[in-house]
C-alpha cells in the first residue's frame, strides 16, 4: 500500500509529528529515512525486512559498502545516505568537546568514545589529548587492527603526546565483540602508556573500554 493511502495515524511521518521520534519503531524510522520501496516491496516492508536481516538499526548502519549494497534495492545512494547520517550524528556528540569546554564528567567522555568507536567491526585503539585544563586538543585514532586486537606501540604514543603538546591523555579502544569488560592485556598495555608517558610528565587519567552501548573505565575500577 503506498504511504498516502496508509491511515494517518498509521503513517510514519504522521505518527511522528504526532507523537515523537521515540514512539516510532526502528523499522518506522528507518521507512522515513528510505521514503521508498522498491519494485513489490513498500517502503515499510523494506524496512522491517532490513531490520531483520541486519539484525537491527545497528547492523545495518555498521554494514560495509558491500553488503550493504548486496540487497536488491539498496545501492550506493542510500548507503552514502547512511554514512551521512551516522557522521552527523557523531558531530552533534562532539560538539560540547569541539567547543574548548573542560570535560566535567566520565559521561561526557563516554558519550564521546561510544559516538566515535561504538560502531568499528574492527579493534580502533585512540587517544583524546588533552591541555592542563582538561580541554580536548586532539582525538586521534593511534592504532587499527583485527577483531582479535591491535598492536600498540608506547614510543608512537609518547611522540603524538608531544607533537600536540598533551599535559593528559585519555585512552580508548573498543571490543567488537560488544563485551566491554577489559581484558589482561588491556590492563598491562594501561601500565606500560602510564609509566611511559609519565616520563615526558604527561598524565594518562584512564582508559576507556568501548562495547555494545557500554563503556568500562579502567580508572574507576581502580586498574591503572
Known amino acids: 500500500m503506498p504511504n498516502a493511502d496508509w491511515p494517518s495515524d498509521e503513517r510514519p511521518r504522521e505518527r511522528l509529528l504526532a507523537h515523537g521520534a521515540g514512539s516510532l519503531s526502528d523499522a518506522e524510522l528507518l521507512a522515513i529515512f528510505l521514503r521508498t520501496g522498491t519494485p513489490g516491496m513498500p517502503v515499510m516492508a523494506l524496512a522491517r525486512h532490513l531490520t531483520e536481516s541486519f539484525g537491527g538499526l545497528r547492523g545495518l548502519m555498521t554494514a560495509s559498502r558491500r553488503q550493504f549494497c548486496s540487497v536488491k534495492g539498496l545501492g550506493a545512494a542510500k548507503y552514502t545516505q547512511v554514512q551521512a547520517a551516522m557522521e552527523m550524528a557523531r558531530r552533534v556528540m562532539d560538539e560540547p568537546l569541539r567547543q574548548g569546554d573542560p570535560l566535567r564528567s566520565p559521561e561526557d567522555t563516554r558519550r564521546f568514545l561510544c559516538s566515535r568507536l561504538g560502531t568499528y567491526p574492527h579493534e580502533v585503539f585512540s587517544g583524546l589529548f588533552l591541555d592542563n585544563?582538561?580541554?580536548?586538543?586532539?582525538y586521534?585514532?593511534?592504532?587499527?587492527?583485527?577483531?582479535?586486537?591491535?598492536?600498540?606501540?608506547?614510543?608512537?604514543?609518547?611522540?603524538?603526546?608531544?607533537?600536540?603538546?598533551?599535559?593528559?591523555v585519555i585512552f580508548a579502544h573498543n571490543h567488537p565483540s560488544g563485551v566491554a569488560?577489559?581484558?589482561q592485556a588491556d590492563i598491562s598495555l594501561t601500565r606500560r602508556l602510564k609509566e611511559a608517558l609519565g616520563l615526558v610528565d604527561i598524565r594518562v587519567l584512564d582508559h576507556m573500554v568501548v562495547g555494545h552501548g557500554e563503556v568500562i573505565s579502567l580508572a574507576e575500577r581502580g586498574l591503572m
Open 133 to 138: 585544563r582538561h580541554r580536548v586538543i586532539q
Open 140 to 168: 586521534r585514532e593511534l592504532f587499527r587492527g583485527t577483531i582479535d586486537g591491535a598492536a600498540v606501540y608506547p614510543r608512537e604514543v609518547v611522540r603524538q603526546a608531544l607533537e600536540f603538546n598533551a599535559a593528559a
Open 181 to 183: 569488560e577489559p581484558s
